[in-house]
């Protein structure tokens, strides 16, 4: 759909292209797997569609730890060669989006009787860094205990004994989504929210097109197709039960929890990856205005699509994080968001939610339906690459054409181009600049530039054709206009909880410009008054669902 602007004012135009293509690929799931393997089988010269039940990354792509990592925790599990794999990976995809795949520095504590030793956590990240083929600059650093507390002075002084300094890389999950999705539009791509699927069309007993249906005008449509993937994370066997195939290997979920604290409750200068007293680790993030904190790891087995931090979720973390930073003594009310996934792991008899690997699988059925299930965000564009792989020979013995090869490792995402990471540095710099004259602080420029990279220039061009006296709320206007005209928004959840991450990281923003940014959803796609109030009614039931306990 390249000549087709990817806003639903197009909806009915791209319902009506997806009804009357015959296409090589439909992927179906609209996380990060289906939005990498929609790129890279579009930049392949294939012609996919693509399809997502709800919004885009509304599943489990907007609910991680948002760390794209080399699985220092792998390590842990000998799991060597997916250490090996992730680690490579971040730096392909910090390359491809430098301003949406930023280097974090993780402190790893040392503490008496903790589950790591000094040697141990030496080598380990010693070994780590040869294996994720870290650079130079990069490298690990063992710090004793006074450099560890210059770095972190919330840590525990009396039972610290030093750390291990290590570089990660952090993201906006959601945003990665999006942006490869909106990378893959470019290559004639078609992605469109809120369309499920329902059934699939079979010919002489292969799978050869799905059966949707628009949740949003309530029609169903056929699309048709040569290949089908079933990228559907957490949701995957349930369509390889609609598909008759699911059978051999299952999926096993398991539910993990982050916690948001405005910043000065949890006041870290530094991210730090610590123990927790049950002998599993976790993070906690300074970003922006708030630090978040997680995350949990419980088998799961309740609805899918509610998935709730419940009391005791909130509780464990609380005392874990009570626990390394002693000072802090945070208690339920300063929580003032959270969020829960779905893991979608592939199920191993007898092993507990932490030891399940994190590898990713495919699944082909007796029908031809293509299931890919397991991995982790930072492995996404590795897993699209051997996915598309298998089906290009399929497709190449079906349609006689030769397909490009792989070439998403030179694809920058759309945001971008940037030559290095350093440019990014100069563009906050000189957005902080620009934006100082109107009374923002540093950390507006820091925001829209690690949420929209080069594409801030857009938005920040519509804020100032905005008189109204609040320069918040012109901006806030000004990024809806941007995501409305550009990133297929359909409600204002949408806006706040995937395209902002608002809902997470400035939850008051949300409550504070709410009515206004109804009122342009109204306008905008002639809601009617009704419908407005159920969106009030979901995002206020949302805010207290995400923010009391
Ligand atoms: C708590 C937690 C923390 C994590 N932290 C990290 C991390 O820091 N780094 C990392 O690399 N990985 C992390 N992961 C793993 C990573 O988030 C997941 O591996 C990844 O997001 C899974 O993406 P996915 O696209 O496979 O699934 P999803 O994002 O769930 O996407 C599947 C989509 O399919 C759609 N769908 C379902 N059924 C249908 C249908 N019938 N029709 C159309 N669409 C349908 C769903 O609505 C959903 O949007 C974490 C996971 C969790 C739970």
């Known amino acids: 759909m390249k000549n087709i602007k990817f806003t639903n004012h197009n909806r009915s135009k791209i319902v009506t292209e997806l009804e009357q293509t015959e296409y090589d690929l439909v992927v179906i799931g609209g996380g990060i797997t289906g939005a990498g393997i929609l790129l890279d089988a579009s930049s392949r010269g294939m012609k996919v569609a693509l399809v997502e039940k709800e919004d885009f990354a509304s599943g489990t792509s907007s609910r991680s730890s948002k760390l794209i990592h080399g699985g220092l925790r792998y390590l842990k599990q000998f799991e060597l060669s997916l250490v090996k794999e992730v680690g490579k990976e971040r730096a392909i995809v910090h390359r491809l989006a430098p301003h949406l795949v930023i280097p974090e520095k993780m402190l790893l504590p040392l503490i008496k009787n903790g589950s790591y030793s000094e040697w141990m956590t030496s080598i380990g990240l010693k070994v780590y860094d040869i294996l994720a083929d870290v650079e130079e600059e990069d ?29 990660e890389y952090r993201t906006d999950d959601a945003r990665l989504t999006l942006e490869n999705i909106k990378t893959a539009i470019g290559y004639g791509g078609t992605p469109l929210n809120y369309t499920q699927v329902e059934e699939f069309i079979y010919n002489e007993g ?16 056929s699309i048709n ?10 949701w995957v066997d349930e369509l390889r039960e609609v598909n008759h195939s699911k059978e051999g290997k299952q999926l096993h979920l398991t539910k993990g929890v982050h916690l948001v604290f405005p910043r000065e409750k949890l006041p870290l200068k530094q991210s730090v990856y610590f123990d927790i007293p049950d002998g599993r680790m976790m993070f906690a993030i300074p970003r922006g205005k708030v630090t978040y904190a997680g995350t949990t790891d419980t088998n799961y087995t309740l609805d899918k699509n509610e998935v709730r931090t419940t009391i005791e979720d909130a509780d464990y973390l609380l005392n874990a994080i009570n626990n390394m930073f002693p000072t802090v003594n945070l208690v339920r009310k300063d929580i003032i968001s959270s969020w829960a996934g779905l893991r979608p792991l592939i199920h191993e008899e007898g092993k507990s939610p932490s030891e399940l690997s994190r590898k990713d699988e495919i699944f082909i059925s007796d029908s031809g339906l293509i299931s890919m299930a397991g991995g982790k965000l930072t492995g996404y564009r590795k897993m699209a690459e051997k996915v598309v792989n298998k089906l290009q020979k399929k497709l190449e013995r079906t349609t006689h054409i030769e397909y490009k090869e792989v070439f998403t490792h030179k694809i920058p995402l759309v945001g971008g181009p940037w030559k290095k990471y350093k440019q990014v540095k100069k563009y906050v710099k000189k957005l902080t600049q620009d934006l100082e004259q109107y009374g923002f602080e540093p950390y507006t420029a820091w925001y829209l530039t690690t949420t929209y990279g080069r594409q801030s220039e857009q938005i920040i061009a519509v804020f100032k054709t905005k008189s109204g006296d609040d320069k918040n709320e012109n901006l806030i206007l000004a990024e809806l206009d941007f995501c409305i005209q550009n990133e297929m928004v359909v409600t204002p959840m949408d806006f706040f909880f995937r395209r902002t991450g608002m809902l997470y990281f400035d939850i008051e923003s949300v409550t504070k410009y709410l009515e206004k940014i109804l009122t342009v959803f109204g306008v905008s796609f002639n809601y009617s008054a009704e419908q407005i109030n159920v969106f009030r009614e979901t995002i206020e039931k949302e805010v207290i669902k995400h923010s009391s306990f």
């Not at 292969?206 to 449509?221: F, R």
């Open 225 to 234: 197709s040569r290949f089908i993937i079933n990228a559907t994370g957490p």
């Open 206 to 221: 292969q799978v050869a097109g799905v059966k949707v249906i628009d949740k949003i005008s309530g029609e169903a449509y």
């Open 139 to 167: 490298k690990r650093k063992m710090k004793n205990k006074e450099e560890t507390l210059a770095l972190e002075p919330l840590l525990p002084e009396d039972i610290l004994k030093g750390s291990g300094y290590y570089a």
